[in-house]
């Protein structure tokens, strides 16, 4: 597990008893590629791809210079093959000087992986679920003997939860209910820390159940049922909750 201070998403390292599967890639490449030379002396074993659980550029740009494959759901090989050049150029430009390294990436070497398919590490399965939810892509990860779920954006732990245009609220609480038949130990979210237990399902859920609210409510103007919940005032970047509900209002 790679954490970052600053908001960035995680990247999970799943060591096999043959070879070793990447969940995520962060946004940079240069940054991805230091977590691969991470991984060579650790194991000696191949990596055999880079597993990427939605198409959004934090999760998934910083591969797109590797020659790995890249194992997605066909929804997310979809949007990331059809990105137009102006989003790209849009996003480089509002990183500034760090946004250079994101000039010339390539949208290929994809590799599909259907809802409840997996990957055999040696010893040590991954299965995927395409759940949908924080987009519709949004795939998680699962590491079946150890009880660890790369939940990805879908999941709430130290960070507040980015609702994007494509988010669909309802669909998320749904998919985090699909969680709930596995077997966890670690909860390993896209962005922030990891927790032991499944605490933060139920969490989750009642993170998704307040921002359907204040959405509610502010589309009806009832500006006095606007206050955050103490359960979620420790989160951290509560900018996004308000650019989100921004969003889905309008
Ligand atoms: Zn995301």
């Given at each position: 597990m790679v954490e970052n201070e600053e908001g960035g998403s995680n990247v999970g390292i799943v060591v096999g008893k043959d070879?070793?599967?990447?969940?995520?890639?962060?946004?940079?490449?240069?940054?991805?590629?230091?977590?691969?030379?991470?991984?060579?002396?650790?194991?000696?074993?191949?990596?055999?791809?880079?597993?990427?659980?939605?198409?959004?550029?934090?999760?998934?740009f910083g591969a797109m210079k590797s020659p790995?494959?890249?194992?997605?759901?066909?929804?997310?090989?979809?949007?990331?093959?059809?990105?137009?050049?102006?989003?790209?150029?849009?996003?480089?430009?509002?990183?500034?000087?760090?946004?250079?390294?994101?000039?010339g990436l390539a949208f290929e070497r994809f590799i599909k992986i259907k809802d409840g398919s997996s990957v055999d590490l040696g010893?040590?399965?991954?299965?995927?679920?395409?759940?949908?939810?924080?987009?519709?892509?949004?795939?998680?990860?699962?590491?079946?003997?150890?009880g660890v779920l790369f939940a990805s954006d879908l999941l709430i732990t130290t960070v507040h939860a980015e609702i994007v245009e494509d988010s669909?609220?309802?669909?998320?609480?749904?998919?985090?209910?699909?969680?709930?038949?596995?077997?966890?130990?670690?909860?390993?979210?896209?962005?922030?820390?990891?927790?032991?237990?499944?605490e933060n399902l139920l969490f989750t859920k009642r993170y998704l159940e307040f921002a359907m609210s204040m959405i509610e409510s502010l589309y009806h103007s009832d500006m006095k049922r606007l206050d955050l919940p103490s359960e979620f005032q420790q989160l951290r970047f509560p900018e996004l909750l308000a650019e989100g509900v921004v969003r889905k209002l309008g």
């Open positions: 070879s070793i599967l990447i969940v995520d890639s962060t946004l940079f490449p240069s940054k991805f590629q230091q977590i691969l030379d991470f991984c060579n002396p650790l194991a000696r074993k191949p990596v055999i791809g880079v597993f990427l659980t939605h198409y959004h550029p934090d999760h998934s790995l494959e890249k194992l997605v759901n066909e929804n997310t090989q979809r949007v990331l093959e059809s990105l137009p050049e102006s989003y790209l150029k849009d996003l480089r430009s509002r990183l500034g000087s760090s946004g250079r390294e994101l000039s010893s040590r399965t991954v299965r995927f679920f395409h759940l949908g939810g924080h987009t519709p892509d949004l795939t998680v990860a699962y590491v079946e003997d150890a669909d609220l309802n669909a998320w609480t749904e998919a985090v209910e699909r969680l709930y038949d596995l077997h966890i130990d670690h909860l390993v979210p896209g962005h922030g820390i990891s927790v032991k237990g499944t």
